[in-house]
């Protein structure tokens, strides 16, 4: 399970109120990953000069894990960065469409995504930690879905 949560963790910052990001945001996913259904919680705890204190809780398997990081504001999505993606979504090698998750209809960029362990596609669009849906697929062949059940914009 730290394996997952690593994954989904670098997969929520790393790809490059409203006024995100902001102290107060909330993000909480479904989960499937190899048959196995739960959760996953983003939240945005603490901001101290540019960098935030970011609280990600996993629980999968009837196993709950949590894990705080230190985020330097850059490193994570904001407004602005939502909006020049979505307008610039071909550009960036991603495809405009409507996505329906739990949370609602949104307009996206579909992107497809690959890292060390992982690859797949990330729907991305204005809502807290930007990403509405995860599909991947890591090395071992095993299959992981994320959706956006609700999200909460901080202030």
């Known amino acids: 399970m730290n394996s997952i949560l690593m994954i989904l963790g670098s997969l929520v ?3 490059t109120a409203l006024a995100m990001p902001a102290v ?4 909480l996913y479904s989960i499937t990953h190899m048959n196995q259904t739960g959760t996953y919680e983003s939240t ?6 540019a960098t935030f204190t ?14 705080s990081e230190q985020k330097k504001e850059a490193d994570l999505f904001s407004d602005s960065s939502v909006a020049n993606l979505l307008a610039q979504c071909a550009q ?15 307009n996206s960029c579909k992107v497809p995504f690959q890292n ?3 690859s797949g596609y990330l729907w991305l669009g204005q809502v807290a930690f930007a990403i509405l849906k995860v599909e991947s697929l890591n090395s071992n062949n095993e299959v992981t879905y994320l959706e956006l059940q609700s999200f909460k914009m901080g202030r």
Do not use: M, R
């Open 44 to 49: 945005i705890k603490a901001k101290d000069g």
């Open 92 to 106: 960036s090698g991603g495809n405009l469409e409507t996505v329906t998750v739990h949370a609602g209809s949104f």
């Open 54 to 67: 970011v609280e990600n809780k996993i629980n999968i398997g009837g196993q709950t894990q949590v894990q």
């Open 13 to 15: 910052f790393t790809t």
């Open 24 to 27: 107060g945001d909330y993000a």
């Open 116 to 118: 060390n362990d992982s």
